[in-house]
């Protein structure tokens, strides 16, 4: 499921999947490997965002969180889920 929420001075990305999960605290501290949500990260902290990851049993969540301060937009009028499926048809 993919949820992009526009509110008065925020941006939300929501990635929500039902896999397997993992442990995020092994694969952020990991010498080899994460090197992708190292990257998420480090481009949502340059921009002056915020990149959370939850995962375990049932899935995983990755939300993106980016202020912006002029963005002048009602939330129920910009607010969009899809799912996967919408998306391949």
Request: glycine share 12%; net charge positive; charged share 20%.
């Given at each position: 499921?993919?949820?992009?929420?526009f509110r008065?001075?925020?941006?939300?990305?929501?990635?929500?999947?039902?896999?397997?999960?993992f442990?995020?605290d092994?694969?952020?501290?990991?010498?080899?490997g994460?090197?992708g949500?190292?990257?998420?990260?480090?481009?949502?902290?340059?921009?002056?965002?915020k990149l959370?990851?939850?995962?375990?049993?049932?899935?995983?969540?990755?939300?993106?969180?980016?202020?912006?301060p002029?963005?002048?937009?009602?939330?129920?009028a910009?607010?969009?889920?899809?799912?996967?499926?919408e998306?391949?048809?």
């Amino acid at each position: 499921r993919v949820t992009l929420s526009f509110r008065k001075k925020q941006i939300q990305l929501i990635i929500f999947d039902d896999g397997k999960g993992f442990n995020v605290d092994r694969v952020q501290t990991a010498q080899r490997g994460g090197i992708g949500l190292r990257n998420m990260r480090e481009r949502m902290e340059g921009l002056g965002g915020k990149l959370t990851i939850h995962s375990g049993l049932g899935g995983t969540c990755v939300t993106a969180t980016l202020s912006t301060p002029t963005l002048a937009a009602t939330p129920s009028a910009l607010t969009h889920s899809t799912t996967p499926d919408e998306l391949h048809a």
